[in-house]
């Protein structure tokens, strides 16, 4: 086989290009200019545009009008390799082992969309023309949150009409499983304080006859769920558009169940709320999390105070049917009118995302699951959510006014934002054959 | 007035005995010397006895057979002074304005108990005898927890023998009026640790199928109180004995109630167990504090994470009719029965003090009011107990078998282990007179 492909993917790899690291600002910018060359070999034309962060890379066909546009997503920008000492394989020395390459970068996300670039190359060589109008937007700043994406989005607008998106920035349930993601939940962030006496008071000498801000945070984030694990705020499921039968009949032929996620979350058993199974749960269900829990002494031992504030961390999850603002508002009446006396409640909004979900089997849903069963010659195609948030999607939405496909090539074992982070040679000349399968397959439908 | 007494006060100050400061190890001793200078001065015999810390100083008058022992209890070490930059004047050079001495250790305890060895010393001038048979035992390691004190009375158990015991280390209701605790709540500390995943996990791609540790924190932390604010755990207020009917008129007319806490707590309003006034809540009713909650992302901002572990750090606060190690063992089992599946739950348990009770009406506690009258001069006696615990109480009643009287001298604002500790002149002398009048009453009472 010829491995130039992977030979130049190996290339890609070694740019050290951590968007967060302000020492890295060079590094990023030769891998944007690289990837812009790399696309002009390929056949396309291609820009960097610079932001005030870093480039967007932006690769095109030339368009052939009455043909469908489709865009391809992606970010060559990567995690930081902290900690550098537990890699097995320098992280910017990109090293196969068992067929599998370790870099970081190698999955999330240059493995990936280089695949497509690559896919992209093939087609021209074998073809002179692609069966679609392309966009390649490639940009470097997905790891920092893409702060200045949504105003690129704004600014080239026109130039960037397409009819449909594609993304491998998702996973795969299992090795060799073709799996089609076509849902994400929202997100919605609350920090909680709770503020009481002007200083930590002795809890001897006080102790009783003031109201504890540690013990009300508890009482309050306890107030979330009822005693089976239902999330407790009055209307916060309201309107959830409840899960299919074909979901839930599909989710539980998967290979991957409560077997697999008891042993990737290392807890003694799994939990949570009565009627779902693990993957609905996580998938198709809200959530009220707390992620972070403080107040009082942190130390060793025991250090005899009342705190004088305390905190929660909350994030709330969403599934379609939920808006985040509406959730923060029911969660806010909830939780003041469950404030008691004597101490001050400090509502906080963060961050906020809405749920999406595409219809995976609208003609381009089809299309998608079509091309992923080529990729993989025939194997059981998934269809699944996710339970995180890919902000970026509603951007598309918002900006663009498409939808888009989500078609993962990262294994459950790949390792994303860690030390040892890899990609399956296998997963990257699939990649390549989807990206082939699924612009011949886009080609067909009509928008 | 002859201002001996005061400047030799001044002198005691001076001494930076800071017990838990390894560099002033030599002015800790120094300290010790001069304190059994000034006990021989005063007519007694004293010796400086070493221990694996810092010594105890035990002065004695010559018995007299058929005479009560009367044990007087204090500390000569002192708190460090920092934070040295919010003195007004420097913590070891004593200064006087408007009447109260500014110095480390004015209150706590070097005011007080060299107003009892002065108050001796005067009698000894103008009688040249005492009415009982004096033991001063006057500690350095009370800041530090007094880790060798109990081994110091086992050993001199015998040598150590008395009737009762006086302290002057606990709190006036206000200035001026003369105060006899004569109760101090017990502790029993444990520490709540829940553990459920191997790793923090991302709560997007996990939430809604594992158990969420801090989640299980706040539930059992909540579970303590029911809704109205009193403690829920099954059988943990039996055999509390209950307020009396004088404790409750008695404490209602004191010049300290809700008012004045609020105003030295900060809070916006007080609160607490139903059926209780604050003073009987913080002097007479068991508590269930959290001293410190933590779990998870402690950073500014969203960290998206299901912390693998969570905990809160409680002490109950108990009252007579509690045991520690019942509490204790009442607690764990109300913990382990609501701690849900899909989680771990340790349970450290911490130190613990058995709650003290005196009778105010016995014929000691009769002495100790008319004593505390004589002083103050015929002010309204104000009967208390505390909130807090003073662990060496109940190692008296233990190795000694006699009970304390807590004949306290600090003010509301003698800002005890924090900057600008003050000691009004007048409670010096106070003191002394205190010191005269008590070992008077105790010499009538027939042990």
Redesign the interface.
Known sequence: MDDTALRSLFDFLRFPSVSTDPARRGSVADCAAWLAQQMREAGLSAEVYPTPGHPVVVGRNKPTPGLPTVLIYGHYDVQPEDPVSEWETPPFEPTVRNGVIFARGATDNKGQIFAHLQGVAATLREHGRLPVNLIMLVEGEEEIGSPNLQAFLQEHRESLGCDVIAVSDTGMVAPGVPTLTYGL?G?A?M?LRVK????D????????????P??V???L?????DSEGRIAVPEFCDGVVPLEDWERQAWAKLPFGDAQ?REV?????????PGFT??E??WA?P?A??????????GV???????KE?F??L?F?LVPGQDPERILDLAEAYLRKRC?????LELIR??SGKPYVVDPHSACGKAAQDALRRAFRGRDLALIR????IPIINTFKEELGVDTLLLGLALPDCRAHAPNENFPVENFYAGMALNQALLEELARVRF
Chains 1, 2 share one sequence.
Do not use: C, D
Not at 265 to 273: D, F, H, M, N
Not at 289 to 298: R, Y
Not at 302 to 307: A, D, G, H, N
Not at 340 to 344: F, I, Y
């Open positions: 939940r997100i962030a920090e009481g006496p002007s200083v008071l002795h809890s001897g000498i006080y102790g009783g006859a003031v109201r504890n540690a013990t945070v508890a009482q984030v306890a107030s979330l769920h996620l979350t290392g807890v003694p058993s799994l939990a949570g709320e693990a993957l749960r996580i269900r959530t999390e707390v992620n972070g829990l403080g107040g009082g002494f942190q031992g025991t250090k005899t105070v009342i705190p305390a929660a961390k994030t999850r008691p006396e004597g101490v001050e963060g961050h996710e339970g995180g948030s």
